[in-house]
Every structure is written in structure tokens, then in C-alpha cells.
């Protein structure tokens, strides 16, 4: 059995790292790190048509978290290597992006930062994004979009699209779901409570949730979006489309367990 080749490398690295293993006899990417360089590394994976286990190493690991319920490194090895093949994910494409978790568009994306405080136990500093967070929720530009070809009746200026089976509770293996966060009025978010709306928005009262295959925004200008967790501008007119095959991976399919 050939030993296997181990990158440790800085980011600047990275992109040479991934030719490497584009360009060699690589059948299986394991990759540790952050959100962004674990997109990065599915993406190699996709392009090489070979199987990916992302380790969390980061932050937010929003695609280990995703894949194997936990942030602790090892034990997500221990999923990957115990499963008997590798399987189909699906991912998202935006424009000429790619992500297999989830996307969040809108002006609320500055709630991301005050989450991570809050996460973390950093509440002194939490605090201090709190004005500006009210500001984008209460007042953050509305844009128009539809779904799946038909416009969608739903005041929004936030919208997340989950990956199929990437969030808890997804029950379709190919659909996205989609929840929209409408403009809240100052009273509806001291009401909501901003730890609550912060932490577990998409379980508010005010958040809508549907499934569907395809979301396009219209308007002029640039978005600002979380794709994966890694902050991105795309310019309108905007196309979201799902991609049932995204990358292949060896993890258990955790929420179609808990569906079935």
C-alpha cells in the first residue's frame, strides 16, 4: 500500500497543494481546516472526481459539523474511515460559485460575527455588534426574487438555502430548503430577543421554510453572501441552481437517519 502524500501548508500554499493533488494518483482528499480551505478541498475533490473527508479545524466547520455531527477532528476520522463506501452530495451553485452547505444572503449576514462572539463566550464583545446588527434586520434593503420560476409572495432581506439533508430536520434528498427572514420591526426583535435571533433565527416565529430547486434574485449591484461560512460579493441578476452530484464523501448521512 502506497504511503500517503501530507500537505502542511499555509495558506498562501494551498492552490499549490491542490494542483498537486490534481495533477497526481490522489483517490482519496482528507482535509483539515477551516470553512473556507474544507470548501476549497471538496471543490478539488469535485474537479478530480475522487472522495473527500472534510476534519474540522476552524471556527464554524460548517461542513464537518454537517457531515459528522461533531467538531472533534478525530472522531470525525473515525465516521469517515468506518463507512463501507463513499456517497453523493449534493451542493449548490451560484453564478459560478460553488457550496455544499449553505448560503445566506441579505444584509443580516452581519449576524454571523455576533454569533461567533456569542459561541466563543466573548459577550462584552458581542455586544458591540448589536446596534448594527438591529440596523440590518430592521431596516436592510428587501430585494425580489423567485422560486423555481414563479415569484415568491415574502418580504425578505435575508435568505438562507440549506443543501439537501444539511440541515436539521431537512427531510428531501433533492430539494434546497429555503428560509427567509422578513424585516423586523425594533419591537419584533426586542420581542424575539436579539440572543434567540442571533443564535437560532432560523427557528423564529418570523422565519418561513420551503423546499425548492432553484432561487433567482433580480436587481442591479452587488450582494454580500456567506457561502459555507466564507464571505463572498456576487453581482446581480443572481441564479441559484442545485447540483445533485457536488462531491463525493465518506461520512454517515446523519439526518436521513434521523428522518427515517
Known sequence: MPKPVIYDCAPEALDDAFQRVADDDTDLLIIYGGDGTCK????????KSIPLIALPGGTMNMLPKALYGTTDWQEALDLALGQDAPRWIAAGQVNDQIFFVAMIIGEPIKMSDLREELRDGHVIEAMKHVPQVIGAVTSGEIFDYTVDGAPYVRDANALLLSCPLMSTGARKPDCFELAT????SLRSVIGVGVKTLLTNWRDSAHVRVGDIERLDITGKGAFDILLDGEAHSVNAPIEVSLLTQGVQVLAPNLNLTEAA
Open 181 to 184: 427572514i422578513p424585516p423586523l
Open 40 to 47: 476549497a478541498g471538496a471543490i478539488c475533490a469535485r474537479e
